[in-house]
Structure formats: structure tokens, C-alpha cells
């Protein structure tokens, strides 16, 4: 079945770094357009960036363009967010998905000093 498990988040200070990872299975990774999501407490899940099957082609919302980075290795199956320059608006939980089903538990980004 598909899955998607997410990892790499925690507790930053405002202006500080974290880099998630996101490790799908379950149907052939190389096939699909990436994203990656976020959700706020009390407000509907947004998307923040996605990436195309073979990397080459990228976007991003503009809260978090110039600051984020998303990156695939289609070899491990997984998709890779950096996060840089964070600010407090960022905290979240963060998801990727290729389907928008079969969401995984997300990674918790809590950005606080």
C-alpha cells in the first residue's frame, strides 16, 4: 500500500535551519510529482513546494520561496525539504504526498526562541 513517513522535524530558533525528509513506498516513486504540504494549528493545510519526477523542474508558495529547497533521490524513494532562514509562521506539521491520500503522520517544525 502507499506510505509516506516523514521525518527530520523539531524545535528551531527563528532564523535557524532544519532539512525534512519524506520516504515513500508502495507505488513507483520515479513516476510522480512530489510535494510537499504544511498545517498550521487552526488553519487548512497549504501546499509549499513540489518537484517533478526527475528533479528538473521545481515550485514553491511565495511564503517560502528563496528560503526552501525541495530535492528528490529517486534511488532511496525519498524527497528532501531544506529549510533555511525560518521564522515563527513556519511552525507546522509538514507532509509530502504525490496523491493528496494516504497522508502520513507528518513531521512536527516548531519554530520558537
Known amino acids: 500500500q502507499v506510505q509516506f513517513v516523514e521525518s527530520g522535524g523539531g524545535l528551531v530558533q527563528p532564523g535557524g535551519s532544519l532539512r525534512l525528509s519524506c520516504a515513500a513506498s508502495?507505488?513507483?516513486?520515479?513516476?510522480?510529482?512530489m510535494n510537499w504540504y504544511r498545517q498550521a494549528p487552526g488553519k487548512e493545510r497549504e501546499l509549499v513546494a513540489g518537484i517533478s519526477r526527475a528533479g528538473k523542474s521545481t515550485n514553491y508558495a511565495d511564503s517560502v520561496k528563496g528560503r526552501f529547497t525541495i530535492s528528490r533521490d529517486n534511488a532511496k524513494n525519498t524527497v528532501y525539504l531544506q529549510m533555511n532562514s525560518l521564522k515563527p509562521e513556519d511552525t507546522a506539521v509538514y507532509y509530502c504526498?504525490?496523491?493528496?491520500?494516504?497522508w502520513g503522520k507528518g513531521t512536527l517544525v516548531t519554530v520558537s526562541s
Open positions: 504526498n504525490a496523491f493528496l491520500s494516504d
Open positions: 508502495g507505488f513507483t516513486f520515479s513516476g510522480y510529482y
